[in-house]
């Protein structure tokens, strides 16, 4: 037994040792956010591209702060087959701004075999665009309300780095107990599995976005092929991230303070939801992987706690060490989100949450009921995309 738990510390001891010090220091948040002293402008014409299906709840402020920024541009809403009234809302909201003119509502057309839903709105949205002759493109999600300054912010970053692709990571609601035990260690593992210096660095393949709030040139997604090249994609915004990288694109992504998503996670339920959609996708539908995963998520989260319950005093200093490295790469995160900081000691819960989430997607998949998104059943083992009842 001494031997094994002396085995598994010098592996959690050797895992986090390379998180901390050498996986692009993706826990440093200063990092990842734009120099506000930066001056540069945005060269070029913007169009906002937002794809909603459903969103009568959030749309109306949505719209309502894209056509109030500071870089004035048209707002193209593509409405996914919506029956809660979408649209209008979005209608309202424009014209209690007194800007019903920048308001372009398009309705989707059926969903065409092969094409994730989110994204064949966006490719239409995209497709209307160019009669504008855009510069660049806003995509953003129908949930995240952004600050005044959010897409200059955008363009200033793209200016002075000549990036293809920026996006924000924009806050997530973080009021629940399920929302303050899993939403930081969410983007924690975002950043992780995509750490932004990694994502700039052109030597290095790591692509990563964040769809709620991205800035695309235009030219460069027509090169890329547009998003029929990814038309399949379930994560889409990596997937879009990865296109254009591939295609000589810059990328950059960051946190955003002034962008934050309207969507809440009240129970544990909906956090689970969210994950298990699309976790097995990011793993390739690879039952190695997820058996990969499964154990690296052991050695990584749950091995150092467990270490201080062993008898041996070499594996109980290692697996301490190792909880000391991880609480401390995961405290700027609660910092950032403004949580008590005895937060940060939860990780090693959050991950075994994380990992269950992981696990069901799998076996979603594997019983053919996939992900569901607003209706849409996707991500199956036969890779049909089904549409289900509403309601």
Known sequence: MSLLATSVATLTTVTWSYLALARGCFWRTKNARPDASDQAGLAG???????????AEHIGPVVKSLLNQCVAMPVLLVDDESTDGTADVARRAAEKAGKADALIVIQSKPLPAGWTGKLW???QGIERARALNPAWLMLADADVLHGPETV????????????DLVSFMVK????SLPEKLLIPAFVYFFFMLYPPAWIRDTRRST?????????????????????????GAVIDDCSLARLLKQHGGRLWIGLADQSQSL??????????????????????????????????????????PLLLLTHSRLAIFMGAAAWAAMTMTYSTMVRYYRLNPAWSLTLPLAALFYLGATVHSAVKYWNGSGGDWK???????DGHITETPLG
Do not use: W
């Open 45 to 55: 014409t913007v169009v906002a591209v937002i794809p909603a299906r459903n969103e």
């Open 121 to 123: 709105a966006m490719h």
């Open 152 to 163: 200059a912010n955008l363009g200033r970053v793209a200016s002075l780095g000549d990036y």
């Open 172 to 175: 997530l609601h973080c009021e």
């Open 207 to 231: 692509a990563g976005a964040a769809g709620g709030c991205m800035l695309v040139k235009a030219e460069t997604l027509e090169r890329a092929g547009g998003l029929e090249a990814i038309r």
């Open 263 to 304: 969507r809440r996670y009240e129970t544990f339920s909906d956090v689970e939801r969210m994950v298990s959609r699309t976790a097995f996708n990011q793993l390739k539908h690879s039952s190695l992987l997820l058996l990969c995963t499964i154990a690296g998520m052991v050695i990584t989260y749950l091995a150092p």
């Open 375 to 381: 209706g849409r059943v996707q991500d199956v083992q």
